[in-house]
């Protein structure tokens, strides 16, 4: 009877790690199809809402590319657009009114997506005004959101894109990337006093010269960077280990658009 039982025992302890395994397994399935349904709805998204470029207009001010209207209506907190040539990064950019995490896993339709939105926080503007404004992505093994910012980890990479551009409904930003690096997990806003200028004097100089073995910097910048510079930080996780990687950015130009 004793070897029956623990037979008994042992079967059910073998189907249980099966139930386990299998359920694990459902889940990591469930989220490969997941990602890969949001990543498709968001190339759809960036083709339905690219209006067509106009050319010899004698209108001087720039075509927007990006159809905010149509954005708007599907989800009033989106509010930019961000592109990095030759990556993956083609997104609209959100912050949630709700929670400062909201879209860290929830698509621009405020759904359940692992892979989440491009989003800031509440104590950034909206007007990408700040002097320091970070914007977040995960680092997703499909190489969707912010995964392409390790692109900037080749040095060959690095040095031939020079810019990026976020759009809003009205202007155009065009940056320059000053450096591209890792970085510990210390939250950078609630960690500085940008609003003092010996703090932002030191974050500058920091980010042209980052305490870190993985680091690229531009050597040379249009201008020398001053307290009167506005920095874009894209943040995303690290491949491995703890800690983000960031790409810094200073804003070039200001254009606005029609």
């Known amino acids: ?68 209207k149509s954005l708007k209506k599907r989800n ?26 909201f879209y860290l896993h929830r698509d621009i339709n405020g759904e359940y997506k692992y892979a989440g939105s491009i989003y800031i926080e509440y104590c950034n503007s909206t007007e990408l005004d700040d002097r320091v404004t970070v914007m977040y992505g995960h680092n997703m093994q499909n190489g969707s959101m912010f995964a392409n910012l390790h692109k900037f980890e080749d040095f060959s990479f690095f040095k031939k894109h020079r810019y990026f551009y976020v759009y809003t409904p ?18 950078i806003m609630n960690s500085y006093n940008f609003a003092e200028n010996k703090v932002f004097k030191n974050y500058l100089e920091f980010i042209q010269n980052p305490r870190s073995i993985v680091r690229n910097v531009r050597e040379k910048l249009n201008h020398k960077l001053t307290v009167d510079d506005r920095i874009l930080t ?23 658009t029609r």
């Open 170 to 187: 009205t202007r155009k930003l065009t940056y320059e990337v000053v450096s591209a690096h890792n970085y510990d997990s210390k939250h």
């Open 1 to 68: 009877m004793k070897k029956n039982s623990r037979a008994k025992i042992i079967v059910i302890l073998i189907i249980f790690i099966l139930l386990i395994i299998l359920g694990i397994l459902g889940f990591l399935l469930y989220n490969v199809y997941n990602n890969y349904i949001a990543q498709n709805d968001y190339k759809q998204l960036s083709s339905s809402v690219a209006l067509t470029e106009e050319t010899n207009t004698t209108n001087k001010l720039p075509k927007n590319p990006i159809d905010f």
């Open 234 to 256: 894209l943040s995303t996780c690290l491949n491995s280990g703890d800690g983000r990687y960031l790409l810094q950015g200073v804003l070039v130009k200001d254009e606005f």
């Open 76 to 101: 009033s907190e989106i509010f930019a657009w961000i592109r990095i040539p030759d990556t993956n990064i083609d997104y609209p950019v959100l912050q949630s009114k709700k929670s400062d995490d």
